[in-house]
C-alpha cells in the first residue's frame, strides 16, 4: 500500500523513485526514534541533515509532511 502512494506521488510530481527501503517487522505505529533505523536523532539534528542536503542539491520529500522537506521552510536554510 505504502509503496503504491510512494510511486502516486513520484508520478504527480514528475520525480523516479530510484531505491525503496522496506523496514520488515516494524511497525508503522511505533514513533521513529524508537525504531532500529530512525532518520534523525533529535529535531535540530534533522535541520542540520537536511541544510546538508539542500546545499548537495538533493531534495528529501516526505510525504506525511507536505512533500519535499527540503524545499518549503523546513531545512534551516544555512549556508
Known sequence: MQQRVI???AQMNGL???RVFV????SGSK???DRPHRMFRSALDALEV????KQAGVSLHMIDLGGDTTGNGVSNGRS
Open 16 to 18: 523516479v523513485v530510484d
Open 23 to 26: 523496514e520488515r517487522g516494524v
Open 50 to 53: 537536511l541544510g546538508r542536503l
Open 7 to 9: 510511486a502516486g506521488y
Open 31 to 33: 514513533p521513529l526514534g
